[in-house]
């Protein structure tokens, strides 16, 4: 079955300063592998999505992921964090054909001035 | 309307009380999806409709809970006899419907059970 892990609660950052958010997936095939962001009161909104190509994917708000299949892993990376990017991130996987999105639990990003 | 609505945004009752949330999702959209998210935890997928077709309720955590969908349009999640573990954010998304794609998400509403 598939399943996400995202092994950090929370992560404290300051402004200015580049951010890597982890995420680590389980899933036999190929996945399809989502980030997700979740501002205070606010919905979730997507950040980027990766399907098949080229494993560095550019996303929104200045955010990309990197595929690394050997590592089962999908980073969220930002090179320079922002005030208003303090909310709540959260890495997804579906299978091909299908059409179940499983989320891991979230990693809530705190941001310093 | 312009995007997922859900209502209603906040929901207080008793436990033993039935509650009835509401998803109005994007029109076009074929995909309907109900999310549980509990305090400090992530997304716990409930079911998900293909039209008026419900092809998986694996999620749904006990028969207390029950959904349904009126053609490609409104559904309704429905907790029957409330109990205090059902506190939670109730997230509806939907979708084109093609295969895994973005999911377009409603601000959900707010559960708490007394």
């Known amino acids: 079955a598939q399943s996400v892990t995202q092994p950090d609660i929370h992560i404290t950052v300051s402004e200015g300063a580049s951010l890597e958010l982890r995420c680590n997936y389980s899933?036999?095939?190929?996945?399809?592998l989502f980030w997700y962001v979740q501002s205070p009161g606010q919905g979730l909104q997507l950040l980027l999505k990766?399907?098949?190509?080229?494993?560095l994917v550019q996303g929104i708000k200045g955010f990309e992921a990197e595929f690394k299949r050997s590592q089962s892993s999908f980073n969220l990376r930002k090179p320079s964090v922002h005030w208003s990017d303090a909310a709540e991130y959260f890495c997804a996987v579906g299978e091909e054909g299908g059409f179940k999105t499983i989320f891991g639990a979230g990693t809530r990003l705190f941001v310093k001035a | 309307g312009a995007g997922v609505s859900q209502s209603p945004s906040n929901k207080v009752t008793e436990k033993g009380k039935d509650v009835e949330l509401r998803c109005d999702p994007i029109s076009g959209h074929t995909a309907l999806y109900w999310y549980r998210q509990r305090l400090g935890q992530g997304l716990e997928f409930l079911i998900y409709f293909q039209g008026n077709s419900a092809p998986d309720k694996s999620g749904l955590p006990s028969d207390r809970f029950s959904a349904e969908r009126t053609g490609e349009s409104v559904s309704t999640l429905t907790i029957q006899r409330t109990q205090q573990e059902d506190s939670a954010v109730y997230l509806c998304?939907?979708?084109f419907g093609q295969g895994q794609e973005k999911l377009f998400f409603g601000s959900g509403t707010q559960l708490s059970v007394l």
């Open positions: 998304a939907s979708s």
């Open positions: 899933y036999g095939a190929t996945p399809y």
């Open positions: 990766y399907f098949s190509g080229d494993t």
